[in-house]
């Protein structure tokens, strides 16, 4: 079982920059994908994108290219998710989580990090 | 990509058994790469079946998963208060970023 430790919450500002990150530990990071998923408020889950860790092949939600950069830095086992310019609507919980390569289920979760954009 | 369909809303008493049904297309759940996840309230989702129809384990045997054609379902047999939480079915899909969920269904126990 691999643990996922997600950073904490934030309140920013619409045009404020944020990076959230999620930490794994328990397991070896090279060979996983590390999924993004939004949750608004009271909505239904999304996913947002999805970054090999290992081999850096990122395939991302379509309608967020340019609004969201997803990354990883397989030496601290961190994956990241960032906003150049939040805006209001980008406020709702992230979560990441965790599926082998070769694999199509999403066993591990982090607990998940509320962002509220608000002036 | 849109989301998969599934029901908004299904209850049951204690004891009953209740199926979710979750459809999509060739492109998603024709693949057979369908999972379920089950959330409660402000919690993170939990792997309740993987595969259309493998229970991970530690996963009750009251929950079980199958597939017909483009629609999935997730069966809970022996309904338990602890059961109600809204359920997502998840695809492997063709379309970037390769997985789409469902629209939810909440499981309210009577």
Known sequence: EVQLVQSGAEVKKPGESLKISCKASGHKFANYWIGWVRQMPGQGLEWMGIIHVGESDIRSRPSLQGQVTISADKSISTAYLQWSSLRAPDTGVYFCAICAHGSSDWPDWGQGTLVTVSS | QSALTQPASVSGSPGQSI????????????HNFVSWYQQHPGKAPKLMIYDVSNRPSGISYRFSGSKSGNTASLTISGLQAEDEADYYCNSYTTIAPNYVFGTGTKVTVL
């Open chain 2, 19 to 30: 199926s979710i049904s979750c459809t999509g297309s060739s492109s998603d759940v024709g």
